[in-house]
């Protein structure tokens, strides 16, 4: 009996296109093993504990290890092979702890910080939108919608970014009706939270809408507009001029 409607097999690749894909299967390992380089480098120049953790961490993982397989099995060559995938685990881990702490201490306090914060590390159902207020001096105002409602992060200085933030929650108040509107700023003064802590503060916030909500409450405030402030694409160099990166901003704007 013929078979009818069925869907026809995907075509077998030809030999150039089994090699391309090899090549670029490879290049994507290398490029993914030199950004653990760079991202190790910079890591061991930035944390002076990071090499002391990495390494202590790592023994005591192995040790606790290699004497619970031993205590289980009697053997004194099973535990090896176990010890040394639990101390590569806990090298990754560390490494990745380190890692990230690192490059939050090295952005906190640059201009543009929060904003690429947002951008890279949010997790959850959120919609960001960047820059929607500013200044020349590198000040922003950050707006996000999400099952919480909505927050506005600022950063900049605190007492241009308050008087940012005021202003910008009277613009989302007309279109939100009764959804919650929080604010903050990030930054390390005092009643300011730090990089490192926005994204545990934006989990903990309580769920008030539902997706359905966040989508149409999101598009409401498309009326607002976009980003209507130029802000540098990640955090300012430390090593770069204030004075250059405000005068290219009062050009774009």
Do not use: C
């Amino acid at each position: 009996m013929a078979k009818t409607g069925g869907s026809s097999k995907p075509a077998k690749l030809t030999r150039v296109e089994k090699k391309g894909a090899r090549t670029a299967k490879r290049q994507a390992r290398r490029e993914t093993w030199r950004n653990m380089g760079q991202a190790f480098n910079l890591t061991r120049k930035g944390d002076p504990r990071f090499l002391p953790y990495l390494i202590i961490f790592s023994v005591l993982a192995m040790a606790l290890a290699y004497v619970l397989v031993l205590w289980f099995t009697g053997s004194t060559l099973l535990p090896i092979p176990f010890a040394a995938m639990i101390g590569l685990v806990t090298a990754m881990l560390v490494f990745s702890r380190r890692a990230q702490r690192s490059m939050f201490t090295q952005a906190e306090g640059q201009p543009g910080a929060a904003g690429w914060m947002l951008q890279q590390q949010l997790k959850g159902d959120w919609r960001l939108t960047q820059a929607v207020a500013g200044t020349t001096q590198l000040d922003a105002v950050h707006r996000l919608v999400g099952r919480p409602g909505i927050v506005l992060v600022g950063e900049g200085a605190q007492h241009r970014v308050r008087g940012l933030l005021a202003q910008e929650k009277k613009k989302v108040s007309r279109i939100s009706g009764d959804t919650p509107i929080y604010d903050v700023i990030v930054g390390t003064g005092e009643d300011e939270l730090r990089l490192a802590k926005l994204s545990r503060y934006l989990l903990k916030l309580p769920t008030n809408l539902s997706k359905e909500q966040v989508s149409a409450l999101d598009k409401r405030l498309a009326a607002l507009g976009g980003a209507r402030a130029p802000m540098p694409q990640g955090p300012l160099p430390q090593g770069a001029k204030m004075r250059n990166m405000q005068r290219a901003v009062r050009r774009k704007s």
